[in-house]
T-cell receptor, first 106, second 121 residues
Framework: IVLTQSPGILSLSPGETATLSCRAS???????LAWYQQKPGQAPRLLIF???KRATGIPDRFSGSASGTDFTLTITGLETEDFAVYYC????????FGHGTKVEIK | EVQLVESGGGLVKPGGSLRLSCAAS????????MHWVRQAPGKGLEWVSS????????SYADSVKGRFTISRDNAKNLVFLQMNSLRTEDTALYYC??????????????WGQGNPVIVAA
């Protein structure tokens, strides 16, 4: 399963809403789609699993949704610590990551 | 507290071998699948290999199949990645990761700090 993330780079200001897309080439078993955040020099952090469930300790400004093979991560009210690279991952049929979306400060 | 600590990386010539280790603590390791993920410099995440809790199920990315071998020692809470016939394109930071609920097909909720592998002449 190939995951295509868009856009590659998203330039936004703090307080704005970020909408990140992840499209799967085939349907994903049981919605096994996760989102990770990675900051420079750090390991990835799990944000969302099962397409829409927040991981432990993740603020509610992060939300995930799904429609068929299209998945969306929404960050409502960007805070400065949210500027990072975001990856989607499917874990239902082997494991695949998207190429990432960088959310940068405008 | 869950901790994953990788070791064994370094500089190696093309065609050489390295063995990465990941020491796990803070959870019931023997019941958890484990995974290796790598990240080439300036690039995205690439899943490499996975092993189930009892080693019954093992998977590899096509890019490493036939060259890398994953294994584990549940008595010592260790998972290994034996890397043979290394290529320059294997240069990356290698992370071990544990799944959220322990199952083979769970998302990865704990990660090590990463261990660099550099393949160069």
């Amino acid at each position: 399963i190939v995951l295509t993330q868009s856009p590659g780079i998203l330039s936004l200001s703090p307080g704005e809403t970020a909408t990140l897309s992840c499209r799967a080439s085939h349907s994903i078993n049981s919605g096994f789609l996760a989102w990770y955040q990675q900051k420079p020099g750090q390991a990835p952090r799990l944000l969302i699993f099962g397409a829409s469930k927040r991981a432990t300790g993740i603020p509610d400004r992060f939300s995930g949704s799904a429609s068929g093979t299209d998945f969306t991560l929404t960050i409502t009210g960007l805070e400065t610590e949210d500027f990072a690279v975001y990856y989607c991952q499917q874990y239902g049929s082997s494991w695949t990551f998207g190429h990432g979306t960088k959310v940068e400060i405008k | 507290e869950v901790q994953l600590v990788e070791s064994g990386g370094g500089l190696v010539k093309p065609g050489g071998s390295l063995r990465l280790s990941c020491a796990a603590s803070g959870f019931n390791f023997q019941y958890y699948a484990m995974h290796w993920v790598r990240q080439a410099p300036g690039k995205g995440l690439e899943w490499v290999s996975s092993i189930s809790s009892t080693s019954s199920y093992i998977s590899y990315a096509d890019s490493v199949k036939g060259r890398f071998t994953i294994s584990r020692d549940n008595a010592k809470n260790l998972v290994f990645l034996q890397m043979n016939s290394l290529r320059t394109e294997d240069t990356a930071l290698y992370y071990c990761a544990s799944p959220q609920g322990g199952s083979y097909y769970d998302p990865f909720d704990h990660w090590g700090q990463g261990n660099p592998v550099i393949v160069a002449a």
